[in-house]
Nanobody, 115 residues
């Protein structure tokens, strides 16, 4: 299993970013996918989850209305569209999947929101 995130950057408050996660080594279209983040000095926290077809998405309250999780099963890629970014969104963002009983994480991509 390999999960490779990309798209992180330094952005000003109010800006936007789109993160991507390229997945391989497991049946992507048969797997729920999630995003987590880890802010400086804090533990890893759940951000969003998307169902197999993308019909159902769930979000932590702090990002509802600002972030959108989506997937392209033909490309084995997960996305996180981030709008109206705030300094408190600064974190390393990770792609996550559970295959059977095993959990997998990507290496993370850094998002920094600062003026």
């Amino acid at each position: 299993v390999q999960l490779v995130e990309s798209g992180g950057d330094l952005v000003q408050p109010g800006g936007s970013l789109r993160l991507s996660c390229a997945a391989s080594g497991f049946p992507f279209r048969l797997s729920y996918m999630s995003w987590y983040h880890q802010a400086p000095g804090r533990g890893r926290e759940w951000v969003a989850t998307i169902s197999l077809t993308g019909a159902t998405t769930t979000y932590v309250d702090s990002v509802k209305g600002r972030f959108t999780v989506s997937r392209d099963n033909a490309k084995n890629t997960l996305y996180l569209q981030m709008e109206s970014l705030k300094p408190e969104d600064t974190a390393v963002y990770y792609c996550y999947v559970k295959v059977g009983a095993q959990e997998y994480w990507g290496q993370g991509t850094q998002v920094t929101v600062s003026s």
